[in-house]
């Protein structure tokens, strides 16, 4: 299993981003995937989860309404589009492979930073 993020960077407050989590090494459409991330000096804060057929989404109640997750069963590819993006939204933001709602296997992450 091999998951790997990209997309992050510099953005600024109130801006858009978006990651991305490219898969191999399963079934991909198989699995539901979360997004978790970790801000600086703090613990880690699940975000978001999409099911396997990309029909069902969940979100933290920090993200809702600003972040979308979704997913390419085609392409093995995970997204996170984050908008109107807080100086509280930088992390380290890791996908994971998720079953019954616990990650089993992560990437290794992308950083997001928001700032002026």
């Known amino acids: 299993v091999q998951l790997v993020e990209s997309g992050g960077g510099l953005v600024q407050?109130?801006?858009s981003l978006r990651v991305s989590c490219a898969?191999?090494?399963f079934t991909f459409s198989?699995?539901?995937l979360s997004w978790v991330r970790?801000?600086?000096?703090?613990?880690?804060?699940w975000v978001?989860?999409?099911r396997g057929d990309g029909y069902l989404t969940y979100y933290a109640d920090s993200v809702k309404g600003r972040f979308t997750i979704s997913r390419d069963n085609a392409k093995n590819t995970l997204f996170l589009q984050m908008s109107s993006l807080k100086?509280?939204?930088?992390?380290?933001?890791y996908c994971a492979r998720?079953?019954?709602y616990m990650p089993d296997y992560w990437g290794q992450g992308t950083q997001v930073t928001v700032s002026s």
Do not use: F, M, N
């Open 87 to 93: 100086p509280e939204d930088t992390a380290l933001y």
């Open 48 to 50: 978001s989860r999409i």
């Open 13 to 15: 407050p109130g801006g």
């Open 30 to 32: 198989s699995y539901s």
């Open 23 to 25: 898969a191999s090494g």
């Open 98 to 100: 998720t079953i019954y």
């Open 38 to 45: 970790q801000a600086p000096g703090k613990g880690l804060e």
